[in-house]
């Protein structure tokens, strides 16, 4: 059970565990991206119906496109009245819980049973480092993933063989990647980190104003987190929205532009459609060292590669 | 069907794919730790005898302990038989491919349908960095795991996007780790990386012969690889092999060496027991600025710490 808007690695998930995309029900999503909890009970009711056996719920908290952040409370309920595993995908907005000011948007995730985490996403540690955090105390992973290989994990060592962790986790030869986390902790602190996170958020209110004062430039929606999402609507199509062919050619602008971009060197955008929404920008304010004066430069290149568009 | 001397991520990749460790059957080996194509037929009959339907055989060259290579045109041909896929994992032996003089050892490889292959072990580059090679011309991989998630993949784009393959692969962000793999063969040359091989197996022969020599060493067997799997016999053990409490005892030297060398920050050495063998230690010769030196050191470092015991 899970958004339509949640992150593609689910359905990839379910495929590979064996489980099976037809095993994944989509849940709706309001017009912000955020899970629909009503839909949700509405959902493991008709699974039911049907004879299936629901288990498991993925919310979404800073969902990839909108930064959409799901209800998590009112979901935890629904997992709680169906005895449901209560899993949050925090990749992308889990950090947010470092901000005193902004972690409210994770309202409920105490009740997760479990979460992962993307320390390599907003939090900028060195690809890859990515925390699953359990509620469970039973040893969990190992009781799933271990084998007890023992040319590899000898229990007749001289000190406790549980801190041994290398028989829980899937794969066997792997980089320690939460020493980044640990390091960069370390040497930002908690209020480093902090500062960092409600840093990205007040870029992105600077942006999301300029982008409104700015002729041309279109917002798909007000942020809530540091995704922007918006239209650059170049000068021969401003005015026209009510042309038949209106959409079609706005579809074709964010690649135009992203294709002169890169040619020049100059920026690097992400752009994509998105259920209805014809091809839209999504600025992503993440990057520690950006300044106000780089979201100027990136208005002004997009007029710049756009006025003869 | 594999060999019990295979490594345990068969067992946990058929466990974590959905197929269940029952799906796993194993197939004997002899006395050097190579897979017997004779008992692979007989179990791949007795599967079918059971109504199983047997589809992939994965067969080592170089097995975790012994270093063994199992012999990979026998069990070619009753893949081709029994019309099975079959798999080398040849993660720690595969590189040995590069070498000349002993790339005999995998005689048989070109017939594989899949190859799993670690440039991070025997070749020393950073972990991680692992390939999976597939005689495959089919896109197989973007078969089974692609998405389309068109918010990642646009399709819209100025070049070839056959040439973005990120959705073929399981997980989403990650690194370029063969980037280190090109970069230490642009630096080393196909030359270098051969050296380095033929360097380990020569320097391999040298400690075998080394420890042929010193009273207290006994070799599992005569290594066909770069594990060295030997026993230290400490002095009050030596010539009693016929004691009821021999091995029992000698299976504590080991853990006991390992500790001191530990504590002492002089050496590392894995051991492990194998099948009914007690502890042995096994000593990988593969990290290329290892010297004779090295070699010497390593031998005498076992007999002073284990001097009194």
Redesign the interface.
Known sequence: MLSWQC???I??GA?????GTDSVRVVKADERGKMIPEDLERQISLAEAEGSVPFLVSATSGT??LGAFDPLDAIADVCQRHGMWFHVDAAWGGSVLLSQTHKHLLDGIQRADSVAW?P??LLAAG??CSALLLRDTSNLLKR??G?Q????F?Q???YDVTLDTGDKV??????VDCLKLWLMWKAQGGQGLERRIDQAFALTRYLVEEIKTREGFELVMEPEFVNVCFWFVPPSLRGKQERPDYKERL??VA?ML??RM?KEGSMMIG????GPRA?FFRVIVANPTLTRADMDFLLNELERLGQDL
């Open positions: 992150h593609y690695s359905n990839k495929a590979f565990l064996g489980l990839t496109v993307n390599h996403k690809l890859q799933c993933h084998f290989a023992s040319y590899l000898q007749d060592k001289f899937v794969q066997c030869g792997r980089r579809s074709q690649p992203k294709e890169v752009y994509q459609p998105h091809n």
